[in-house]
């Protein structure tokens, strides 16, 4: 997912208000921008490995070269390893276990679409967090914002193609990704006022790790891999990577980790309501992608699902920054 991806971000952490006046608008664009196009190519990079490769295990290296370069941020940070404590745990806990399932979920079903498709469905996630914000922190949603959500929905359906098969499946785990990555957002907003990005990171960082041990020592000798289409990416046997994958293997977790961090600084410098549309970067992106690296374009039922995804998920986080911004002055 854009994890979920697309992958969205994990590793991201947008701040209740950002700094204005410490970059230039121009700057934090191509911040948003530049870090959403790096979320992509970490999307790339899975799907390409996932013809070799078990899930657990590409994204075990990927969590651990970016422990690697979190540790090093954190350790020349200035509060240090003492800003990874927290009062909040179990909070911790069920955030991770939530985008533990969704990144799962998400790179399931990418190994199975087509880019553009997989990147579409998972833009539904700024849709549906407007819609939970409603029944899970009680705020209040208008007419146009439902309306959007409405051809958000319309364009989800025209993507996921009723009786299309495997990727009809593959597009549901999508599916479900987004929404248990909305979930996560929410939590993160909870959250926000006593944990930092580091914390967030570390967190799910370590919860990527153990989960991956953990599925490598069970499924990792290829027993339980039945060979189908959709499903043997989960349980496809561990391999020793041969050197041609390791720069593939290294760019899961660089890109993702900078990305992040990209996001993040671009959030914290500027207004949210010019920055918040340049998250959808990672679709065009994803579409380049398809054709260079897959050799795929998306058809013209999944250009008219994307127009309604994406143009109804760019109205709504334009919507929801202007409006954060009316309420703060």
């Given amino acids: ?3 979920p991806q697309p992958n969205p971000p994990v590793y991201s952490h947008r701040p209740a208000a950002p700094v204005p006046g410490h970059a230039p608008v121009l700057t934090g664009i191509l911040l948003a921008a530049g870090g959403t196009a790096l979320y ?25 070269v970016g422990m690697a370069i979190l540790l090093v941020l954190i350790a020349c940070s200035g509060a240090g390893f003492a800003q990874l404590r927290t009062r909040r745990p179990l909070a911790h806990l069920i955030r991770v276990v939530t985008i533990l399932t969704s990144n799962s979920a998400f790179y399931t079903g990418l ?19 407007t819609a939970l914000s409603v029944l899970a922190l009680g705020e209040k949603v208008g007419p146009r914002r439902w309306f959007a959500v409405f ?9 996921l193609r009723p009786g299309a098969g ?13 929404l248990l990555y909305a979930s996560s957002n929410l939590m993160t907003r909870s959250m926000r006022e006593t944990e930092t990005a580091f914390t967030f990171s570390f967190y799910v960082l370590s919860g990527f790790i153990l989960l991956s041990l953990t599925m490598g020592a069970i499924f990792g000798d290829g027993s339980h891999d039945s060979g189908d ?3 043997g990416f989960l349980f496809r046997a561990w391999i020793w990577p041969p050197l041609a994958d390791i ?13 992040g961090l990209m996001v993040a600084q671009a959030y914290r410098t500027t207004e949210a309501a010019v920055v918040a549309p340049f998250d959808y970067t990672g679709m065009p992106m994803a579409i380049f992608w398809g054709v260079v690296i897959f050799g795929t374009w998306p058809d013209l039922t999944s250009w008219a699902g994307i127009a309604l995804i994406c143009g109804s998920g760019i109205y709504v986080v334009w919507r929801e920054a202007a409006l954060a911004k009316r309420v703060r002055k």
């Fill in 1 to 3: 997912m854009s994890d």
């Fill in 40 to 64: 992509s190519v970490n999307d790339m990079a899975i799907k390409h490995l996932s013809g070799g490769y078990a899930l657990h295990q590409i994204i075990l290296f990927r969590a651990m």
């Fill in 111 to 129: 190994a199975a679409m087509e880019m553009a498709d997989a990147a579409a469905v998972s833009y539904t996630s700024p849709l549906m967090v």
């Fill in 151 to 159: 051809l958000g929905l319309i364009g989800t359906v025209i993507i």
């Fill in 166 to 178: 495997v990727i009809q499946g593959a597009a549901l785990l999508v599916l479900l990704s987004s």
């Fill in 229 to 231: 289409a959709l499903w």
């Fill in 247 to 259: 720069p593939w293997l290294l760019l899961t977790g660089s890109s993702v980790v900078i990305g």
